[in-house]
């Protein structure tokens, strides 16, 4: 089969940035009987190096940095570009059996122009996701340093803030594909992950019906068989993966905000706020989980919704469970020699609050050491007058209380959060509450010299 004999069908080009779902969407539009989308290929950034070296060779000016696309690319080098990737991907499609090649590489929006003159009746997938997920899933692929994905130049720009680091990545993905939008509205359709994972089968048919493809129902249930490649660049996870789910959705509700520059988060919301995501501000994590990170729609209950998932094991899960039993029995030591160790720091009411992603909701426990009392509310509304707060997940009290997690080390990594609803918020006083909220739980055994009546007042 030669390259001429493969014109019918335009091909479709994923615009896409790291950690945004890309590799799902991959899965699904590969399940299709017509389409046959491989892992990443990277034949965008091809085109541009083609486009340099045809129009070297035909007498045309280059671009200023190399393998960019030239300013103007001679007609011979679009045929010849076209001619090349047909050559490499009819082969393709026929050992797959489809009549229409996809293609999901990252970076592929700054391409776009050149793609349309190569193929002028493409279609491109323009996939997003909410700017706070997208730096959780960023640090939670990457351990042990960021690296690959193209994250980078971004961490050589900000060193020592991969917050910072990865928001500048998400702000110039997602602002070159906006921008693709913007150029070639007819032939691009919006996919966010959060649509694909909630409601995954009506996605995937707006999406067929978009590339003018005939319905398959079921293909996000049938989309993990082995028929899918499982090699090259791709979300590790989806190896291991059987279902279409929304379990990631709001774990970037414990990244921390602050560490953005208000110039770069502005830039963010602005952007968040076209695609219909709510708004990253000085409540960011500090209460409970939204119901949603998108503004535009309802909550999808059932089993794909996300109101429905319930990841941590809800408000009343096993880490509600276990705290709920430790803070009654706290409250018969508060006689205990509490007061004398910790002085007036042992006067101010405090909260407890196990706060799921799973459907919005959270738990609340206030405790009053002068009163010695314990109130249990789930009112996310509530105002209870307490001087200062910790909360988290079901799964992260578990592990804390259970001892597989350290409650310090659950705070700097954010799956606890410490909010001070006075104007104590000093790191000193911070530390010594968290203390005390250890000396209280029974989790370690303080000193009492340490915490002397008058060492922390």
Request: glycine share 10%; aromatic share 8%.
């Amino acid at each position: 089969m030669t390259g001429d004999s493969v014109t019918t069908a335009p091909p479709v080009f994923v615009l896409c940035g790291a950690r945004s779902g890309s590799t799902l969407l991959r899965f699904i539009l590969d399940a299709h009987p017509e389409l046959a989308c491989p892992p990443e290929t990277n034949i965008p950034a091809l085109c541009a190096q083609l486009s340099s070296v045809w129009s070297l060779i035909e007498g045309g000016s280059l671009a200023a940095d190399r393998g960019e696309e030239p300013p103007e690319i001679p007609d011979a080098a679009i045929t010849g570009i076209r001619s090349t990737v047909d050559l490499m991907t009819s082969s393709y499609l026929a050992r797959r059996g489809a009549r229409r090649f996809c293609d999901k590489s990252l970076g592929t929006a700054r391409f776009a122009d050149l793609l349309t003159r190569v193929y002028p009746d493409a279609k491109f997938l323009c996939l997003y996701r909410h700017p706070m997920d997208m730096i959780s899933s960023g640090i939670e692929a990457c351990p042990w340093g960021l690296a690959g994905y193209g994250f980078d130049p971004y961490v050589a720009g900000s060193p020592g803030n991969i917050v910072m680091a990865l928001t500048r990545y998400w702000n110039d993905n997602t602002a070159a594909i906006l921008a693709v939008e913007d150029r070639l509205p007819d032939a691009c359709h919006r996919v966010r992950y959060e649509d694909l994972t909630t409601d995954p089968e009506r996605t995937a048919q707006e999406v067929f019906g978009f590339l003018g493809v005939a319905p398959v129902p079921g293909i996000t249930k049938e989309c993990f068989t082995a028929e899918r490649e499982r090699t090259g660049p791709a979300d590790f996870k989806i190896w291991h993966t059987s279902e279409v789910s929304p379990s990631s959705i709001g774990r970037g509700w414990t990244i921390p905000a602050a560490r953005i520059p208000p110039q770069i988060l502005a830039q963010t919301n602005d952007l968040a706020a076209q695609l219909g995501y709510v708004q990253v501000d000085g409540g960011w994590g500090t209460t409970a989980v939204p119901r949603d990170l998108r503004t535009d729609v309802e909550p999808v209950a059932g089993s794909n919704g996300h109101q429905a998932r319930k990841p941590d094991g809800g408000i009343d899960g096993p880490g509600a469970l276990r705290l709920q039993r430790l803070l009654t029995t706290a409250m018969t030591r508060l006689d205990g020699g509490l007061a004398d160790r910790w002085g007036k720091r042992a006067e101010d009411a405090f909260g407890v609050v196990v706060s799921p992603a799973a459907d919005g909701g959270h738990l609340r426990w206030r405790i009053d050491p002068v009163t010695r009392t314990l109130t249990r509310a789930a009112d996310e509304d509530e105002d209870d007058g307490t001087e200062w707060d910790v909360l988290g997940s079901d799964r992260a009290w578990e592990a804390v209380l259970s001892g597989s997690l350290n409650i310090g080390v659950a705070l700097r990594a954010q799956e606890l959060r410490y909010c001070d609803a006075g104007e104590e918020d000093v790191p000193i006083i911070a530390e010594s509450r968290i203390d005390l909220l250890t000396d209280f739980l029974g989790l370690a055994a303080w000193p009492v010299a340490k915490f002397a009546k008058g060492e922390l007042q």
